[in-house]
């Protein structure tokens, strides 16, 4: 039986949240893999570890800090989940995606994922930005979806789509902030594993067949909440590393590779996001 949550559940978090800042964030950012450091640009920031937040699990991943960071981000209001957690941990799919509810109770509408992914898709390159459209989750396939046990009516429906999850508004809204700031913005399918390991030769080579541009271990199950319940969705990738396809290659990718890559990244993910956010805010307010 998967972990269940109730409304009230999440309603305790998002007031504890709501004690400890005078912020109305109405968008949220998840900050993954070695990309901590774009938490660093939000003004006047209130700070809340996870562990001071009822039912939130706390991250063990080096270079997760593990606190929301609340305040002002070009303009807008923003919840920035700095390190997320991940099923590997040993978490469950609904404790994983339990601060996404908390954050749509707070009144956050739109979600901003971001994440380390390894490419797939021969003509990427280690070090680009992929805009996710759409996901292939073997993970939920293999039985573990964030949306099994009992159905919160009053979140969203117990069948949702997944042919919207990443919203096109929010994906023309990236690829014109990368045009007018001369970032190369790749688009594609995100394949989300359940680690920790890192893919064999073998699942390289059949994802690339299936249709995957990259391979992960996160976004898709906070995606898939967000837009049941109602959230617009944006996901990043960066691409640190490429997906190893040949048997006893002398390389091998490693977290600390995957972390240092994401630092080399983060200043062009930085610009992409600010505009992104920017122009959402100018928006909210025509
Ligand atoms: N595979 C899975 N997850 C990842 C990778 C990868 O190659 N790189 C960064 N996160």
């Known amino acids: 039986m998967p972990h269940t949550y109730t409304l009230d559940d999440y309603d305790a978090a998002a007031a504890t949240i709501r004690a400890r ?6 968008i949220g950012l998840v900050l993954g893999s070695g990309l ?15 562990g001071d937040i009822p039912h939130f699990g706390t991250s063990t991943v080096p270079g997760h800090a593990g606190r929301l960071v609340i305040g002002e981000l070009a303009g807008a209001s923003v919840c920035v989940m700095q390190g997320r957690l991940h099923f590997y941990e040993g978490y469950s799919m609904q404790q ?6 908390v954050m749509q109770r707070l ?16 003509t990427f390159a280690a070090g680009d930005l992929m805009v996710i459209s759409d996901h292939i989750n073997f993970v939920g396939m293999a039985g573990a979806n ?36 001369n970032i190369n913005l790749q688009s594609g ?59 006893d290659a002398d390389v091998e990718p490693t977290h600390e590779d995957v972390v240092a890559a994401g630092a080399i990244i983060v ?20």
């Open 36 to 50: 901590n450091g774009l938490a660093d640009q939000v003004q006047q920031a209130d700070l809340i570890p996870y």
């Open 267 to 286: 200043p062009r993910l930085t610009a992409l996001l600010l505009g992104v956010v920017r122009r959402m805010g100018s928006r909210a307010l025509e």
């Open 189 to 247: 399918t995100y394949v989300v594993l359940s680690g920790p390991n890192f893919e064999s030769p073998a699942e390289v080579r059949m994802w690339r067949m299936l249709g995957g541009d990259a391979v992960g271990m996160s976004t898709v199950p906070e995606a898939l909440v967000a837009h049941h319940a109602g959230m617009e969705v944006l996901a990043i990738s960066t691409i640190t590393n490429m997906g190893v396809e040949v048997m």
């Open 96 to 101: 994983i995606t339990l601060p996404v509810r």
């Open 21 to 26: 800042t005078q912020h109305k964030p109405t």
């Open 107 to 122: 009144g956050i509408n739109t979600l901003i994922l971001t994440n380390a992914a390894g490419g797939l898709n021969p």
């Open 146 to 181: 964030p949306l099994s046990g009992p159905n919160l009516d009053a979140l969203g429906p117990r069948f949702p789509a997944a042919n919207r999850v990443y919203t096109r508004r929010l994906r023309a809204l990236a690829m014109q902030v990368a045009a007018d700031e």
